[in-house]
Nanobody
Framework: QVQLVESGGGLLQAGDSLRLSCTAS????????MGWFRRAPGKEREFVGS????????LYSESLKERVTITKDNSKTTTYLLMRSLKPEDTAVYYC???????????????WGQGTQVTVSS
């Protein structure tokens, strides 16, 4: 089992930058991929981006890739989601997920965090 804990988020203003963190514990492995998803009110959960620890590989949503960067902390099993130039439509619950493949679809992620609320005011 892999446990994931997200932190960060809260209330932000349009134009601000966001940093969320996700720390993995438990049976982590070298091929771990940590992904980020979000669910806006009334919408389906959507892929934001993912990061592969083994080789620093990344995959980003086409619609968000200009504003999103995912990085890691080498001293811990923590990844960071950085999002710039926030918009009200970025308001969502953001979820961290873990799996073995860089992938867009939720089905490739076996473990999920509890989610953290991000609200962007105009």
């Amino acid at each position: 089992q892999v446990q994931l804990v997200e932190s960060g988020g809260g209330l932000l203003q349009a134009g601000d930058s966001l940093r969320l963190s996700c720390t993995a514990s438990g049976r982590t492995f070298s091929g771990l991929v940590m992904g980020w998803f979000r669910r806006a009110p009334g919408k389906e959960r959507e892929f934001v981006g993912s990061y592969r620890w083994r080789d620093d590989g990344t995959l980003y949503s086409e619609s968000l890739k200009e504003r999103v960067t995912i990085t890691k902390d080498n001293s811990k099993t923590t990844t960071y989601l950085l999002m710039r130039s926030l918009k009200p439509e970025d308001t969502a619950v953001y979820y961290c997920a873990a799996g073995r493949s860089l992938a867009y679809a939720e089905m490739w992620y076996n473990y999920w965090g509890q989610g953290t609320q991000v609200t962007v005011s105009s």
